[in-house]
Nanobody, 128 residues
């Protein structure tokens, strides 16, 4: 059974930084689902893709709203991904979810529909 465990959420002031971590266990089908990523959801809003990474090769895709501020990375030996979040804004406040998914058109995409395994989420609060 695939399990994803997130950590690293917390409360920061605007302009601050956080680093999220996600560790996967019970997951062996890397070739079928080679994408790992971060999504977020705030109250009353749809869950949106933030950043994804292709496990083989490390290609990354970011949402426009976080480009230049967030950095996704992976440690394949540990079956883990990370997201360094800098220059945080109040609009970044949300529950952040780690996910595993499949490619579409030969690459990983920020589409929730492509991700079938989800963590429980970690809360990020940003005060102004």
């Amino acid at each position: 059974q695939v399990q994803l465990e997130e950590s690293g959420g917390g409360s920061v002031q605007a302009g601050g930084s956080l680093r999220l971590s996600c560790t996967a266990s019970g997951y062996s089908n890397l070739y079928k689902n080679p994408c790992m990523g971060w999504f977020r959801q705030s109250p009353g809003r749809e869950r949106e893709g933030v950043a994804v990474i292709y496990a083989t090769g490390g290609t990354t895709v970011y949402a426009d709203s976080v480009k230049g501020r967030f950095t996704i990375s992976q440690d394949r030996d540990k079956s883990a991904i990370y997201m360094q979040m800098d220059s945080l804004r109040p609009a970044d406040a949300a529950t952040y979810y780690c996910a595993i998914g499949t490619v579409y058109g030969g690459t990983c995409r920020l589409s929730r529909a492509l991700f079938g395994y989800w963590g429980q989420g970690t809360q990020v609060t940003v005060s102004s």
